[in-house]
Structures are given as structure tokens and as C-alpha cells.
T-cell receptor, first 119, second 110 residues
Framework: AQKITQTQPGMFVQEKEAVTLDCTYD???????LFWYKQPSSGEMIFLIY??????QNATEGRYSLNFQKARKSANLVISASQLGDSAMYFC????????????????FGKGTKLTVNP | KAGVTQTPRYLIKTRGQQVTLSCSPI?????VSWYQQTPGQGLQFLFE???????NKGNFPGRFSGRQFSNSRSEMNVSTLELGDSALYLC?????????FGPGTRLTVL
């Protein structure tokens, strides 16, 4: 069963506007972590933001914020004031309970959303 | 502080050959994970090493193997290459809930 679902294969946004990239997840663990990564055409995965399942506040990192709705199992990424350099693939990922994974750092990724920022 | 480095960056091989990819994690990071990225399957977990021990393994055939050295550097090996092994291979090291990825090795199998 797919554990991370990103329903938007592609998104377009005007420069300086905000955009929300959707991510829903499926897990039976109480303790898990959610990550967002940006992958430009160069291929490198760039860490953007992390949300722990027990974190009470939504994570923020500069222009990035994570809209975490635990009951809905969603972890949407919000990018404010989009810039042309934000054009890239964006991946949502989850790490399930450290203990049940045998202490593993394994991440499960969604299929990604391609974001295009228009001037 | 240097980031995660991967060598080589690009590689072209033919079917049946074998290949070894290298990953050096950020200094002080003991966990190294490997992922395969293809257009069809997306990002898939290969395996993870911690303190020279394989801690987790993804659903890949035995042709894919890896190891980690005492300095935390890791190598992955693919034997008897198939066309479908063409992919971007990414490694990552982790500290404090941030998995830092290297630039990847793009493998093309002809």
C-alpha cells in the first residue's frame, strides 16, 4: 500500500505568490517523522523542512512551512512568496517509528510534484 | 563542513558488467542510506548502514549489495548489470532528523 501520496503531478504558480503542495500519508505508528525535499534539475535532494508526529506546532523554515493535520494524516508544504528558483520537483517523505524499523533511518518517498514558477 | 560526496558523478556501463559506487557522509554522521531513483519507480530505498552494519534493506535483488567502512564511508555494488538498473543513485547521511543527500551518481547501462 502506498504510504505517501502526492496527488499533484504538476503545479504552476506566479512569482511572489504562495503555493501549497499536498501530501497525505498512511501509518499505524504513533511516532513518525515527515520530511519535504526539493530536487532541482541537477538531481541533488535538498532538505527543506521536518515535522515530528509529536510536534505540537507546525514546522517553519524561512519561506517554507508545513501545514500538519495529524487527524487527516496530511502534511502539506506551503511556500510563500515564490521565486523563480523554486521551480523544481518536491518530494514528501516519511520515516516511521525508529524502533519498529530496527533503528533505521529509512525514508519512504511520494512520487513528487513538479512546481513551475512563472515570471 | 563538507557535505555528502558521491563518486563518480556519472557512469556508463554495459549489461552484465558490475559497478561500485562510493559515498562519503558528512563528518560525524554514522548512518548512510542508499536510494535508487528512476522515472518509473520514483525514489526507492536500497539499504542503510550504521556503524558498519546493515540496519535495513529494501526490496531489491541480491545483485545489489553494500558495505560501510570504519570511517563511515559506504560503497554499493551492483553485479550483472541490467538495462533497468539505469538510474540516479543517491546516498544520504543523517543527524538530528535531517537527512542530507549527496549529488548522486547517474548510472547508465547500455
Amino acid at each position: 500500500a502506498q504510504k505517501i501520496t502526492q496527488t499533484q503531478p504538476g503545479m504552476f504558480v506566479q512569482e511572489k505568490e504562495a503555493v501549497t503542495l499536498d501530501c497525505t500519508y498512511d501509518t499505524s505508528d504513533q511516532s513518525y517523522g515527515l520530511f519535504w525535499y526539493k530536487q532541482p534539475s541537477s538531481g541533488e535532494m535538498i532538505f527543506l523542512i521536518y515535522q515530528g508526529s509529536y510536534d505540537e506546532q507546525n514546522a517553519t523554515e524561512g519561506r517554507y512551512s508545513l501545514n500538519f493535520q495529524k487527524a487527516r494524516k496530511s502534511a502539506n508544504l506551503v511556500i510563500s512568496a515564490s521565486q523563480l528558483g523554486d521551480s523544481a520537483m518536491y518530494f514528501c517523505a516519511m520515516r516511521e517509528a525508529f524502533i519498529t524499523q530496527g533503528g533505521s533511518e529509512k525514508l519512504v518517498f511520494g512520487k513528487g510534484t513538479k512546481l513551475t514558477v512563472n515570471p | 563542513k563538507a557535505g555528502v560526496t558521491q563518486t563518480p558523478r556519472y557512469l556508463i556501463k554495459t549489461r552484465g558488467q558490475q559497478v561500485t559506487l562510493s559515498c562519503s557522509p558528512i563528518s560525524g554522521h554514522r548512518s548512510v542510506s542508499w536510494y535508487q531513483q528512476t522515472p518509473g519507480q520514483g525514489l526507492q530505498f536500497l539499504f542503510e548502514y550504521f556503524s558498519e552494519t546493515q540496519r535495513n534493506k529494501g526490496n531489491f535483488p541480491g545483485r545489489f549489495s553494500g558495505r560501510q567502512f570504519s570511517n563511515s564511508r559506504s560503497e554499493m555494488n551492483v553485479s550483472t548489470l541490467e538495462l533497468g538498473d539505469s538510474a540516479l543513485y543517491l546516498c544520504a547521511s543523517e543527524l538530528h532528523n535531517e537527512q542530507f543527500f549527496g549529488p548522486g551518481t547517474r548510472l547508465t547501462v547500455l
